[in-house]
């Protein structure tokens, strides 16, 4: 556990952190009751919706220039089935990393982010066994987008921390 801290921007109060990720637990269009469905799969990496739509989870990195990190958003992609059964075909093949990337479509809306990051154009690149993929945005002028080349500060970290840290309470 971190002993770091910093001052909300929202609130004035000290919190741990800041966390340098968030993650969206589920695509956006997963609904709980989906879950024992035929067809439909959740795990911490791979989801399918009624055997028709295919999502793998991977990260966008935002380089953070002041401290030399990386802040994370942990999201979902969705992928063609071919794409997807290539990528579950090899996920546990060493090598896997050469593969080329896989075109998809963000399916997360990321709070915070206007317009919504929701559909964003993605290349998934797929990393050696046992690290999650890496999202690539498509380089547009969408502030995620800009964020991902760019990079943020320590500060624009923290405004991040206390934005997600509120609307999670």
């Given at each position: 556990m971190s002993t770091e801290q910093f001052v909300c921007g929202t609130c004035g109060a000290k919190h741990d952190g800041p966390p340098l990720s968030?993650?969206?637990?589920?695509?956006?269009?997963?609904?709980?009751e989906m879950?024992?469905?035929?067809?439909?799969?959740?795990?911490?990496?791979?989801?399918?919706?009624?055997?028709?739509?295919?999502f793998v989870r991977g990260l966008i990195e935002l380089p953070v220039w002041d401290i030399g990190d990386v802040f994370t958003y942990s999201m979902w992609v969705s992928l063609s089935r071919a794409n997807f059964t290539?990528?579950?075909?090899?996920?546990?093949?060493?090598?896997?990393?050469?593969?080329?990337?896989?075109?998809?479509?963000?399916?997360?809306?990321?709070?915070?982010?206007?317009?919504?990051?929701?559909?964003l154009k993605t290349n998934v690149h797929t990393r050696p066994v046992g690290q999650p993929p890496y999202i690539e945005l498509e380089p547009t002028g969408h502030p995620l987008a800009m964020e991902q080349v760019a990079g943020i500060t320590m500060a624009q970290v923290q405004?991040?921390?206390a934005f997600h840290l509120h609307r999670l309470d």
């Open positions: 968030f993650a969206a637990p589920a695509p956006d269009v997963w609904q709980p879950a024992g469905q035929d067809g439909c799969l959740l795990d911490a990496d791979l989801c399918v919706i009624g055997g028709e739509q295919f290539r990528a579950v075909d090899i996920w546990e093949q060493e090598g896997r990393e050469s593969e080329p990337p896989y075109f998809g479509w963000l399916s997360n809306a990321i709070a915070g982010y206007e317009p919504s990051t929701l559909n405004q991040i921390a």
